[in-house]
């Protein structure tokens, strides 16, 4: 992680850990041509699309 994502991950992560306590989250640690290898041959073991969690009494918005 570079500069101001080092500090950003962990409470990102946290937050969605919460939100979706069912979906597992393992962060894993590429270099840069193992990032561009993985978005290049679509490696993800994460669905392509879910919902943003909506805050606790916030409706939803479509």
Same mark, same amino acid.
């Given at each position: 992680m &570079?500069? &101001?994502s !080092?500090?950003? =991950?962990p409470a !990102?992560?946290?937050?969605?850990r919460r939100a979706r306590p %069912?979906?597992?989250?393992?962060p894993l640690q590429l %270099?840069? =041509?193992e990032y561009v290898s993985a978005l290049a041959t679509t490696?993800? =073991?994460s669905p392509s699309y879910a919902p943003p969690p =909506?805050?606790? &009494?916030?409706p939803a918005t479509a």
């Open positions: &570079g500069h &101001g !080092a500090e950003l =991950t !990102a992560i946290n937050a969605y %069912d979906v597992p989250v393992e %270099d840069f =041509t490696t993800w =073991t =909506t805050m606790s &009494g916030s």
